[in-house]
């Protein structure tokens, strides 16, 4: 991922939330917001605080404000944007770190290059290796 250096963003959380993992009952642990393009190759997707930190959990009263999984309907809606836009108010955003979809093929052929310059250096050296023993 680093032969092209990825693209970085920082997102206010919202509507474009795309996932909440759980860890047991009202226990939220990750956020997940999508990118340009949903064949983006994601690296990271991080919650990170207003000091721009990365937080390891998220506050305690956000697994409680949302519905269980198995009874989220349609009126519950309101519920979960309420908890979002006060996850926002408090600075808490997403750090999504991606390579973009177009750039796949300048991957794919840098590490064919790549890895031919290898194979070609190996083949090399083991050709000197065995010449050089012969003689």
Do not use: K
Not at 2 to 14: K, L, Q, R, S
Not at 23 to 39: C, F, H, N, Y
Not at 83 to 105: E, K
Request: aromatic content about 12%.
């Amino acid at each position: 991922p680093y032969i092209v250096p990825p693209t970085h963003e920082t997102v206010t959380i919202g509507d474009n939330l795309v996932s909440i993992e759980l860890q047991g009952p009202g226990e939220a642990v990750r956020l997940g917001v999508p990118t340009g393009d949903r064949d983006d190759w994601i690296l990271s997707n991080d919650t990170v605080d207003a000091s721009g930190q990365e937080v390891d959990g998220l506050p305690s009263w956000l697994g409680d404000c949302l519905p269980p999984p198995t009874t989220a309907g349609p009126g519950e809606d309101t519920a979960v944007q309420d908890c979002l836009v006060r996850l926002a108010d408090l600075g808490y955003q997403q750090r999504v770190v991606y390579q973009p979809a177009d750039r796949f093929w300048a991957l794919q052929w840098s590490e064919t290059a790549l890895f031919f310059g290898l194979a070609g250096l190996l083949a090399w050296f083991c050709f000197w290796w065995t010449r050089r023993r012969l003689t």
